[in-house]
């Protein structure tokens, strides 16, 4: 049977490459083995490294790291898209590196370049991208980790919430209030390594699913780091956090995308192969109704990623092309995968089946990096802007 992969217009060559290892990736190495993840409760930390190795890691080099196999952003979302076709849970916390990689390549030092970034390509370094906070979290004004200068250092202080990948990662990036060199109070960007005196690095959260997220807190108890740590001073920390954030809904979207068209190749094959009363599934004009409804959210939910990814140079048209984007492709994944699964039959049920187990991912995915809710909040105040 024909897959349903998107569009190839307008992707570079290194893209597809990219996309055609990305698929190969999730087909050998995270299909087969996300469920079996999610039953252990397990962080599958060596995929991770493969991932890594495979390129999957560092998508997003600019500047300081450019280099030529560097994929396009249309590129990196549908890498995103395969990704979210074997698991989200997979997925998320790999895209999360790139975000970690990308302040380290945009800010860091050329010690801190040098140093991370290799290790990072190799799969042996996870960074943790530390932003939101048990009392903060689309909220980025309201951030309660402190930097305060003292004898000459930065010394944090505060808890992250649901850092991806969190449990494996030696060193974190860390937004934080902190006091200017003019006096006024703004967000810093801060280097953190792991080993440091005051790090409290969390067990992984107890959840319902998404396991594989390796997501936790972790705390710092007066962590004093130095200012070659110190990647974006007091007051531009949070512009790079709003790009992060924006960024990330958009990965969001595109991984969704993925969950979406993998539920709907099984729910195909299944329907089709299965015969019921004389006749194929597929045959009923009732199965092939609730197919043709996920084929068309599937379509209108590509062409929003691939909207929002034109917007990508202006930041007044991007942020509410990807709200839109996460908001609608969030929200027809969740019942458009219920009813791939439900084509199943009590099959669905099962954990070699993929469905269920996206529709489970598809929940979690309207909640991170933003809920619905904050999708129609950021939505609302673009249209206010037109009046």
Request: hydrophobic content about 45%; some cysteine; aromatic content about 8%.
């Amino acid at each position: 049977m024909a897959r349903l992969e998107g569009r190839t217009e307008g992707l570079t060559d290194v893209d597809l490459d990219l996309v055609r290892r990305a698929r190969q990736f999730v087909a050998e190495h995270v299909a087969s083995h996300a469920s079996r993840w999610e039953l252990d409760r397990r962080v599958p930390t060596e995929t991770f490294a493969l991932a890594a190795q495979q390129g999957l890691a560092l998508m997003l080099q600019p500047e300081k790291e450019a280099r030529a196999d560097v994929p396009s952003y249309l590129g990196v979302a549908r890498v995103a898209e395969e990704m979210g076709a074997g698991c989200l849970t997979f997925a998320l916390p790999l895209l999360a590196q790139n975000y970690v990689a990308w302040a380290v390549a945009r800010h860091g030092t050329l010690e801190a370049r040098s140093s991370l970034l290799p290790q990072m390509r190799a799969g042996s370094l996870f960074g943790g991208f530390c932003l939101t906070e048990p009392g903060a979290g689309s909220d980025v004004a309201a951030l309660a980790t402190t930097a305060r200068r003292v004898g000459g250092k930065w010394t944090i202080t505060g808890e992250k919430a649901r850092v991806l990948l969190g449990t494996e990662a030696r060193f974190f990036i860390v937004f934080a209030k902190a006091k200017g060199a003019d006096g006024s109070v703004g967000v810093g960007l801060y280097l953190v390594r792991a080993g440091l005196p005051g790090v409290e690095i969390g067990d992984a959260y107890a959840m319902v699913g998404g396991h594989a997220l390796g997501c936790n807190s972790v705390r710092f108890w007066d962590v004093e780091v130095s200012d070659e740590d110190m990647l974006l001073p007091p007051g531009q920390g949070f512009s790079f956090a709003f790009d992060a954030i924006d960024f990330a809904r958009l990965y969001v979207a595109a991984t969704a995308c993925g969950m979406l068209r993998a539920g709907l190749e099984e729910a195909l094959q299944y329907t089709t192969g299965r015969m019921a009363f004389g006749q194929r599934i597929v045959d009923f004009q009732g199965p092939q109704w609730m197919l043709a409804d996920v084929a068309t959210h599937l379509l209108a939910s590509r062409a929003l990623v691939d909207e929002a990814v034109t917007c990508v140079s202006d930041r007044a048209r991007f942020t509410p092309a990807v709200a839109h984007a996460k908001k609608f492709v969030t929200q027809v994944a969740l019942p458009g995968l219920a009813t791939c699964a439900q084509l199943l039959g009590a099959n669905g049920l099962l954990a070699r089946n993929a469905s269920g187990r996206h529709f489970q991912c598809a929940k979690i995915a309207q909640y991170l990096d933003g809920s619905t809710e904050i999708q129609n909040l950021v939505i609302a105040r673009s249209l206010m802007r037109t009046i």
